[in-house]
């Protein structure tokens, strides 16, 4: 069994509940639904959020880790909100927002609309793309299918990474 799991989860402000194989973390920026898969109990009390696996089947173990890290995610999100931050490199690369879609010129014949789901926000700042949502699950999603349209090459460095990523670059040719 998880480790995580073994401690109860500490809530703080936020009101958790558990309905009819549904998790609903609700707190001061939002609320998050969840369900629950049904070889996974979850209980509220006093003391925090535990989550423990119904029977001893492998599955129930290894759901339980996740399930616990699931609601620590939701837990802390609708606290404070998540950010991740897109850097896009490469001369007459650019990226702007129309409405509720990021519209990426990225060095095809074409651009490459993709819709920004409703829970995330989006803004950009020159080369600088910043994801802010309190699913943390939907946020990384988004943001790894956006580096997925242009993921940075190794020898210039061009395309999209995110802030505090190392790059590692290769060499080229080398002039005789």
């Known amino acids: 069994m998880s ?12 009101t958790v509940s558990v309905a009819g194989g549904e998790l609903s973390v609700k707190g001061a920026k ?14 509220v009390s006093p ?7 119904k029977d001893r089947s492998r599955l129930a173990k290894a759901l339980t880790g996740t399930y616990a890290s699931h609601v620590k995610n939701m837990v802390a999100g609708v606290e ?10 490469g001369v007459g ?11 990426l010129t990225v060095g095809f014949s074409h ?14 700042e020159k080369n600088v793309m910043t994801l802010e949502s309190i699913n943390k699950e939907s946020l990384g999603q988004f ?11 190794p020898y210039l460095g061009k395309g999209f990474h995110y802030e505090g990523e ?4 290769k060499q080229g040719k080398k002039a005789v």
């Open 3 to 14: 480790r995580l799991a073994k401690k109860p989860i500490a809530v703080g402000k936020t």
């Open 30 to 43: 939002g609320t998050l639904t969840k369900h629950v898969h049904p070889s996974v109990d979850v209980v």
């Open 47 to 53: 003391e925090g959020v535990m989550v423990t696996p």
């Open 80 to 89: 404070t909100p998540y950010v991740k931050k897109l850097i896009l490199d």
């Open 93 to 103: 690369y650019r990226m702007e927002i129309k409405g509720k879609e990021v519209v």
């Open 111 to 124: 651009q490459v609309t993709l819709p920004i789901p409703e829970d995330i926000t989006a803004k950009v």
């Open 143 to 153: 943001a790894a299918n956006i580096r997925r349209v242009k993921p940075p090459e």
């Open 166 to 169: 190392v790059i590692l670059r």
